[in-house]
């Protein structure tokens, strides 16, 4: 049972990780219909800038600033590469086949990785020890003031975000031109600020998810983007992509799952497959959900008109 | 052919989430003649339509084509029955051309499959042969032989309309069902259209209109049936449905004819 | 003269497709002679990925079904040659009866993988499919465990090259003075292939099921419409497409004569996708040219770190960074410049939005 309770901790811990930077694919999707490929890549760039920042600043200021300063360091470069990525690789392309910008993000991300590699090289850059987070077992779990920080945060941020999509005349401008882009230029919505204004918001959350990556794991690596994406893209299918809310419930839900089927496969399957089988296990969730609901968890029905 | 039944529904009903979309709803609409279906916006007959060509079931009643039941069809199932339809907002496959538009038509007639493709076998080369023939004599049957090579997307509005019938006929169904095919169309458009679908009646197809232009429908139709909230009240020929109390009350006591087209239809 | 009068006989296409051959037939002769053995290796890679794009444009460019994990198929149809012909078990079957094996069995794997994503449209489409190629993934590097299938990630060495009696493609002769080694063999194996796909894609886009699955790209509700059985239509595409990546796997296993998960990984799909996307959706020639040009230009890049030498004599970027970035780069200045691909289908099978006053490309999308 302790087991059980302290893998629920970490994969909710993961999971909310995920749920951040989840949120940067769904909101554009939601918006362009497109997948942001290059969105992993930016919250890896986030992690980078963070642990390079800390560097320089490490020992001259409280800890506290420090990781404010860098942090909203990471916030600035992430949001400009956001607005960067949008100019270059979605707005030209916004009438052409749907999956040409496709291509051109799979060109930027491979830019950015190697970029990045040039810059911070290409061998896992660790997180100085800044300080020592105390630590809590409560109920057989073990948990640390630093991790329950990340946690807060993140909800903080997801509860933020849909209290702004919902409630200011940007975020129904968003959700206008979610809902359709055309009708919202017609009434008056300049759609082209609203999805530059989606990237940057997007760019800006995964920075702050790349800065909690960077104190969640100790360290940060120019190829990580990928694999992260790749997560983080299945939490939003699997919430319903699109949807915000779906994006956060796909992110926890997600991060339990690996959480447990790493702790438990092995006893499930009797030693027969071991917890390399993990992301099977959380395929085969994914497929099952889909199968069961075909726009995810919390997404629309597409009923069809006919 | 007389006046046997084509189509019977019986007591349809439809609802989507708490709103009810179709209510009891019952028709018979005989072989040979031209039925219209007639309503204001959201009376559901474009629900109407969808049970019909098995988009989704009807939760409740059943539906009969030459006798036989449709329940539990596939929409696929029902264009083989002899069931063919348009759509409202134009659906045609617009990066192909128009001619491809109506040889896809002819799939539920033909069969060659990939081997026949691959091995480009005799039959499969007669077969193609047949198919194109057939689809240049509905291009042309529909006026539209001049643009056969042209993408979908690139005709005019009118053009499109009458591609949409041309794909249909192509399936070779016993009953065509247009949904609101006049909508856009200008004057001489509209009486080309008329004079089309009296051509085809007059070879015998089964016609199911529905439409805005009640003028239109009065003028085309044999019978027809009016939608009001999901429900039909009143259904007969056209000098009946007009005098029908109950459907000048829907209209809002407006004599139906003096209606204008909405703008935006359901 | 009596030249001109011939080639006015044999007219203009006949002229150019003769030289197309004779170019063909000299061309590995001619790079080996020139730039050296390891570009021949790299046309009969060129090949082989022109395979896998011409398989994949079946189900991407022609019905739409945009698909992420297509390098699954390659997969199936590496590991059932490397299996059936190594000492892995100790078979030895014959590649004329493996081959098409693969073939079938990877078309076999295109159903029982696309049955599950019938329902799902577009982006649903593209996770569920790369989801499937990992699983994939994951089991070959794992299955060594507890029976030893795979051999997990050390892969299967010692494949059997492509054999006839005594005759093996692995020798290498010389005729004339002219070296002819296995890779020369191979080209003209990898090509005789693409020829052949090339026909069967091209007659299936003019027959009754290529114009179905374009229905169902543009439409899925009106083909339905239309008596299409739109869920066997998509499953023929599925496995079509599949068949073509199994037998380029087996292909791959014997000219490699190795092979392991790594060959399989999600990149791969990816640029398997970006060769269709690039070269040009549903237009045959489109995508082999995509395929050729993404094969050959990381290889071309590869001149780009002496190049930095030369110019600026010191190294200020690591020269395989230098190519990544350079691929990245062309990638994007390409897709900016040729939207609709380099090479895309003479009036556009492609999926662009053709009403966009009638649907917003968001939805669009959404459908699509």
Redesign the interface.
Same mark, same amino acid.
């Given at each position: 049972m302790d087991i059980f309770l302290q893998q629920m901790v970490n994969g909710l811990l993961l999971g909310s990780i995920y749920a951040l930077v989840a949120l940067g694919y769904t909101m554009v999707y939601g918006i362009l219909g497109l997948i942001n490929f290059a969105h992993g890549d930016i919250v890896m760039v986030g992690a980078m800038v963070t642990l390079s920042t800390i560097g320089v600043l490490e020992g001259h200021l409280p800890i506290g600033v420090i990781l404010l300063v860098a942090c909203l360091v990471a916030i600035v470069v992430c949001v400009l590469m956001g607005l960067l990525l949008e100019r270059v690789a979605y707005r030209p392309l916004r009438h052409a086949p749907r999956l040409a910008p496709l291509i051109t993000a799979i060109g930027v991300s491979l830019l950015i990785q190697y970029s990045a590699a040039l810059i911070w090289g290409k061998q896992y850059i660790a997180l100085p020890e800044l300080f020592k987070p105390s630590q809590y077992v409560w109920a057989g779990v073990e948990i640390n003031a630093l991790q329950i920080f990340i946690f807060v945060l993140a909800l903080l941020i997801m509860a933020s975000l849909a209290l702004f999509v919902k409630h200011t005349r940007l975020g129904r401008a968003m959700q206008a031109t979610e809902q359709n882009a055309d009708s919202a230029t017609l009434m008056g919505v300049n759609t082209t600020g609203v999805i530059a204004l989606t990237f940057a918001i997007g760019a800006a959350i995964g920075a702050v998810a790349g800065v909690m990556i960077d104190l969640y794991y100790g360290q940060a690596h120019y190829f990580m983007g990928f694999l992260l994406g790749l997560k983080a893209f299945t939490a939003a299918v699997l919430g319903g992509i699109g949807h915000i809310g779906g994006a956060m419930l796909g992110g926890l839900l997600l991060g339990v799952i690996e959480s447990l089927s790493a702790g438990y496969i092995g006893d499930l399957t009797g030693g027969l497959f071991g917890s390399n089988y993990r992301d099977v296990f959380t395929f085969f969730v994914l497929i099952g959900v889909l199968m069961l609901r075909p726009s995810g968890l919390l997404g629309r029905a597409t009923t069809e008109r006919a | 052919m007389g006046n046997q039944s084509l189509l019977e529904a019986h007591h349809l009903g439809k609802h989507f989430g708490g709103l009810r979309a179709l209510n009891q709803v019952s028709l018979n609409i005989l072989r040979g003649e031209i039925f219209g279906l007639i309503g204001p916006n959201g009376a559901g007959k474009t629900t109407l339509f969808n049970l019909i060509t098995g988009i989704y079931p009807p939760d409740e009643g059943t539906l009969f084509f030459n006798q036989q039941p449709l329940n539990g069809l596939k929409t696929h199932q029902i264009t083989r029955a002899g069931i063919a339809r348009t759509f409202q907002n134009i659906r045609l496959f617009s990066q192909m051309s128009a001619l491809e538009n109506v040889m896809v038509g002819c799939h539920p007639r033909t069969r060659t499959g990939v081997w026949g493709a691959l091995f480009n076998t005799a039959s499969a080369r007669a077969e193609e042969a047949m198919i194109l023939a057939r689809a240049h004599a509905l291009l042309k049957t529909c006026g539209l032989s001049q643009q056969a090579q042209r993408q979908a997307y690139q005709l005019s509005y009118g053009d499109q309309r009458r591609l949409e019938i041309a794909r249909a006929l192509a399936t070779e169904p016993q009953l065509l069902a247009l949904d609101e095919p006049a909508a856009g169309l200008n004057h001489t458009e509209t009486e080309a259209l008329k004079t089309l679908l009296l051509h085809l009646n007059a070879q015998g197809m089964t016609l199911l209109l529905i439409e805005h232009d009640v003028k239109l429908v009065m003028g085309l139709c044999d019978r027809m049936a009016v939608l009001d909230f999901g429900e039909k009240i009143a259904e007969g020929s056209p000098r009946e449905v007009r005098q029908n109390p109950h459907v000048i009350k829907a209209y809002l006591g407006t004599d139906p004819i003096d209606e204008p087209a909405p703008v935006n239809p359901s | 003269m009596l030249l001109v009068s011939k080639c006015h006989f044999l007219g203009h296409k006949k002229l150019l497709g003769l030289i197309l051959c004779i170019v063909l037939f000299a061309l590995p002769f001619l790079l080996d002679q020139y730039l050296g053995r390891a570009w021949v290796r790299i046309i009969d890679f060129a090949l082989l990925f022109s395979l896998l794009a011409l398989g994949l444009n079946i189900v991407?460019g022609y019905a739409g079904l &945009?698909d992420l994990g297509y390098i699954a198929f390659f997969a199936v149809g590496a590991y059932c040659y490397g299996l059936l012909c190594s000492p892995q078990f100790g078979l030895h079957w014959p590649f004329w009866f493996v081959l098409p094996l693969g073939a079938l069995l990877a078309g076999l794997f295109g159903i029982v993988l696309g049955a @599950?994503t019938l *329902?799902?449209?577009? $982006?649903?489409l /593209?996770?569920?499919t790369?989801? =499937?190629g990992?699983?994939i993934r994951? =089991?070959l590097? !794992?299955l060594n465990?507890?029976v030893n299938i795979t051999n997990g990630a050390q892969g299967i060495t010692l494949i059997d090259p492509l054999q006839w009696q005594s005759i093996s493609l692995a020798q290498t002769i010389h005729w004339g003075g002219i070296e002819i080694a296995p890779v020369h063999y191979y080209y003209f194996v990898f090509l005789f292939c693409t020829m052949f796909m090339l026909v069967?894609s091209s007659?299936?886009e003019r027959?009754?099921?290529?114009?179905?699955w374009?229905?169902i790209r543009? $439409?899925e509700?009106? /083909? /339905?419409?239309?008596? &299409?059985?739109?869920r066997n239509i998509k499953l023929?595409a599925f496995a079509?497409g599949a068949s073509f990546g199994g037998l380029a796997g087996g292909l791959f296993a014997a000219f490699q004569g190795f092979i392991s998960p790594e060959s399989f990984t999600?990149t791969d799909s990816?640029m398997v996708?970006?060769m269709v996307?690039?070269g040009g959706?549903g237009h045959v020639s489109g995508v082999v040219l995509g395929a050729i040009l993404l094969s050959v230009l990381p290889e071309i890049l590869r001149y780009a770190g002496p190049l930095q030498m030369t110019l600026l004599h010191r190294v200020w970027? $690591?020269p395989s $960074?230098l190519r990544?970035?350079l =691929?990245?780069?062309? &990638?994007?200045v390409m897709?900016?410049l040729r939207? *609709?691909?380099l090479w895309p289908a003479k009036?556009?099978?492609?999926? !662009?939005?053709?009403?966009?006053?009638?649907e @917003?490309?968001? *939805?669009?999308?959404?459908?699509?």
């Amino acid at each position: 049972m302790d087991i059980f309770l302290q893998q629920m901790v970490n994969g909710l811990l993961l999971g909310s990780i995920y749920a951040l930077v989840a949120l940067g694919y769904t909101m554009v999707y939601g918006i362009l219909g497109l997948i942001n490929f290059a969105h992993g890549d930016i919250v890896m760039v986030g992690a980078m800038v963070t642990l390079s920042t800390i560097g320089v600043l490490e020992g001259h200021l409280p800890i506290g600033v420090i990781l404010l300063v860098a942090c909203l360091v990471a916030i600035v470069v992430c949001v400009l590469m956001g607005l960067l990525l949008e100019r270059v690789a979605y707005r030209p392309l916004r009438h052409a086949p749907r999956l040409a910008p496709l291509i051109t993000a799979i060109g930027v991300s491979l830019l950015i990785q190697y970029s990045a590699a040039l810059i911070w090289g290409k061998q896992y850059i660790a997180l100085p020890e800044l300080f020592k987070p105390s630590q809590y077992v409560w109920a057989g779990v073990e948990i640390n003031a630093l991790q329950i920080f990340i946690f807060v945060l993140a909800l903080l941020i997801m509860a933020s975000l849909a209290l702004f999509v919902k409630h200011t005349r940007l975020g129904r401008a968003m959700q206008a031109t979610e809902q359709n882009a055309d009708s919202a230029t017609l009434m008056g919505v300049n759609t082209t600020g609203v999805i530059a204004l989606t990237f940057a918001i997007g760019a800006a959350i995964g920075a702050v998810a790349g800065v909690m990556i960077d104190l969640y794991y100790g360290q940060a690596h120019y190829f990580m983007g990928f694999l992260l994406g790749l997560k983080a893209f299945t939490a939003a299918v699997l919430g319903g992509i699109g949807h915000i809310g779906g994006a956060m419930l796909g992110g926890l839900l997600l991060g339990v799952i690996e959480s447990l089927s790493a702790g438990y496969i092995g006893d499930l399957t009797g030693g027969l497959f071991g917890s390399n089988y993990r992301d099977v296990f959380t395929f085969f969730v994914l497929i099952g959900v889909l199968m069961l609901r075909p726009s995810g968890l919390l997404g629309r029905a597409t009923t069809e008109r006919a | 052919m007389g006046n046997q039944s084509l189509l019977e529904a019986h007591h349809l009903g439809k609802h989507f989430g708490g709103l009810r979309a179709l209510n009891q709803v019952s028709l018979n609409i005989l072989r040979g003649e031209i039925f219209g279906l007639i309503g204001p916006n959201g009376a559901g007959k474009t629900t109407l339509f969808n049970l019909i060509t098995g988009i989704y079931p009807p939760d409740e009643g059943t539906l009969f084509f030459n006798q036989q039941p449709l329940n539990g069809l596939k929409t696929h199932q029902i264009t083989r029955a002899g069931i063919a339809r348009t759509f409202q907002n134009i659906r045609l496959f617009s990066q192909m051309s128009a001619l491809e538009n109506v040889m896809v038509g002819c799939h539920p007639r033909t069969r060659t499959g990939v081997w026949g493709a691959l091995f480009n076998t005799a039959s499969a080369r007669a077969e193609e042969a047949m198919i194109l023939a057939r689809a240049h004599a509905l291009l042309k049957t529909c006026g539209l032989s001049q643009q056969a090579q042209r993408q979908a997307y690139q005709l005019s509005y009118g053009d499109q309309r009458r591609l949409e019938i041309a794909r249909a006929l192509a399936t070779e169904p016993q009953l065509l069902a247009l949904d609101e095919p006049a909508a856009g169309l200008n004057h001489t458009e509209t009486e080309a259209l008329k004079t089309l679908l009296l051509h085809l009646n007059a070879q015998g197809m089964t016609l199911l209109l529905i439409e805005h232009d009640v003028k239109l429908v009065m003028g085309l139709c044999d019978r027809m049936a009016v939608l009001d909230f999901g429900e039909k009240i009143a259904e007969g020929s056209p000098r009946e449905v007009r005098q029908n109390p109950h459907v000048i009350k829907a209209y809002l006591g407006t004599d139906p004819i003096d209606e204008p087209a909405p703008v935006n239809p359901s | 003269m009596l030249l001109v009068s011939k080639c006015h006989f044999l007219g203009h296409k006949k002229l150019l497709g003769l030289i197309l051959c004779i170019v063909l037939f000299a061309l590995p002769f001619l790079l080996d002679q020139y730039l050296g053995r390891a570009w021949v290796r790299i046309i009969d890679f060129a090949l082989l990925f022109s395979l896998l794009a011409l398989g994949l444009n079946i189900v991407v460019g022609y019905a739409g079904l &945009l698909d992420l994990g297509y390098i699954a198929f390659f997969a199936v149809g590496a590991y059932c040659y490397g299996l059936l012909c190594s000492p892995q078990f100790g078979l030895h079957w014959p590649f004329w009866f493996v081959l098409p094996l693969g073939a079938l069995l990877a078309g076999l794997f295109g159903i029982v993988l696309g049955a @599950p994503t019938l *329902k799902l449209r577009g $982006d649903y489409l /593209a996770i569920v499919t790369l989801g =499937f190629g990992e699983i994939i993934r994951i =089991f070959l590097n !794992n299955l060594n465990h507890p029976v030893n299938i795979t051999n997990g990630a050390q892969g299967i060495t010692l494949i059997d090259p492509l054999q006839w009696q005594s005759i093996s493609l692995a020798q290498t002769i010389h005729w004339g003075g002219i070296e002819i080694a296995p890779v020369h063999y191979y080209y003209f194996v990898f090509l005789f292939c693409t020829m052949f796909m090339l026909v069967v894609s091209s007659r299936l886009e003019r027959s009754r099921i290529g114009r179905a699955w374009m229905a169902i790209r543009e $439409d899925e509700v009106a /083909a /339905a419409c239309m008596g &299409l059985n739109t869920r066997n239509i998509k499953l023929t595409a599925f496995a079509m497409g599949a068949s073509f990546g199994g037998l380029a796997g087996g292909l791959f296993a014997a000219f490699q004569g190795f092979i392991s998960p790594e060959s399989f990984t999600l990149t791969d799909s990816i640029m398997v996708l970006c060769m269709v996307v690039l070269g040009g959706m549903g237009h045959v020639s489109g995508v082999v040219l995509g395929a050729i040009l993404l094969s050959v230009l990381p290889e071309i890049l590869r001149y780009a770190g002496p190049l930095q030498m030369t110019l600026l004599h010191r190294v200020w970027v $690591d020269p395989s $960074d230098l190519r990544m970035l350079l =691929f990245g780069l062309a &990638l994007i200045v390409m897709m900016l410049l040729r939207p *609709k691909g380099l090479w895309p289908a003479k009036h556009g099978a492609s999926t !662009n939005a053709p009403s966009e006053n009638t649907e @917003p490309p968001a *939805k669009n999308a959404q459908h699509g």
